[in-house]
């Protein structure tokens, strides 16, 4: 589907304006053929959600929980860095919900990235006889999340700014291919209600979510659609509020053209103004004679 990425000479409003024209051009076309039964997928590319949300106005034949955002790369990003700073192998860990009006804001929750783990229980007699050729225990595998591993590293996000500065698009671009094969391959399979994914749909009410649009949560494919996993665990992160991030999306959407000025780049410069520099050449003056003295 097509969309128009952001450029910093647009200002928000101007880059909205502009793939809402996209939205508002497509629609008429979808309305006029489209059976009542097509699925709307959008990779997570330019204002995904907001692009959803305008179609979910906009189309008048479609079910609105046919359309649907694919939003799971963003958690692709993250996972080989944590499992990198946890030390679990990535075979072990899933992918982290994903939260927000993706495209514009969103929030990983990383702290919530479930793993499995095995617990080791000893019988007696390998306490008292390590010495023992006999089965010494039993290893009974369980989920945990990473919250008791990341709770006191704050080094992810500098890991991944600084990974997103080395990869190149073709290597991110990857990862959205590949949730969105995941995405297919587990809709074509069927109903099942055990198998959770991240996934911009329309809110329901569940996780306090009253944002009448698409806004990216944790889903759960049951009955013939994508439904929000309402038991599934919210961030437990306070920076971490996902209630804010649907008051936003509210107000993104009544953005109008030219709204919010377009950003101008800023580099303050290093260099010591001449008042700065008259008084460090008298520091380094006074620290000189006290040297000599």
């Given at each position: ?72 790369d963003l958690g692709l990003e993250i996972t080989p ?213």
């Amino acid at each position: 589907m097509d969309y128009v990425p952001f450029r910093m000479d647009l200002s928000i409003g101007d880059w909205l304006y502009q793939n809402s024209k996209i939205m508002k051009n497509l629609a008429p076309l979808i309305n006029a053929s489209a059976s009542r039964n097509m699925f709307i997928i959008l990779p997570n590319l330019g204002p995904a959600c907001y692009n959803a949300t305008l179609l979910t106005k906009l189309l008048t034949n479609i079910n609105k929980k046919n359309i649907v955002v694919v939003t799971s790369d963003l958690g692709l990003e993250i996972t080989p860095i944590a499992a990198e700073i946890t030390e679990i192998p990535l075979k072990n860990m899933f992918c982290p919900p994903v939260w927000g009006f993706v495209g514009i804001n969103h929030l990983v929750d990383i702290k919530n990235i479930v793993h499995k783990y095995n617990v080791f229980e000893p019988f007696n007699r390998y306490i008292k006889v390590q010495s023992s050729s006999l089965c010494i225990g039993v290893l009974t595998p369980e989920l945990r999340t990473l919250e008791y591993l990341m709770h006191f590293n704050e080094s992810l996000w500098t890991k991944l700014l600084d990974t997103k500065r080395k990869v190149k698009n073709e290597e991110l671009s990857l990862n959205k291919a590949t949730a969105v094969l995941n995405f297919i391959k587990l809709w074509l399979s069927g109903p099942n209600s055990n198998y959770i994914l991240s996934l911009g749909i329309i809110c329901d009410g569940s996780f306090g979510l009253t944002f009448n649009g698409v806004f990216s949560q944790p889903v759960r494919y049951v009955k013939g659609y994508w439904q929000p996993a309402a038991d599934f665990m919210t961030p437990k992160d306070p920076q971490m509020n996902i209630l804010y991030l649907a008051q936003l999306a509210e107000k993104i959407m009544c953005f109008k053209k030219k709204e919010l000025p377009v950003i101008v780049p800023y580099n303050p410069c290093t260099c010591l103004r001449k008042k700065d520099k008259d008084h460090e050449n008298i520091r380094k003056k006074k620290t000189t004679f006290f040297k000599e003295e």
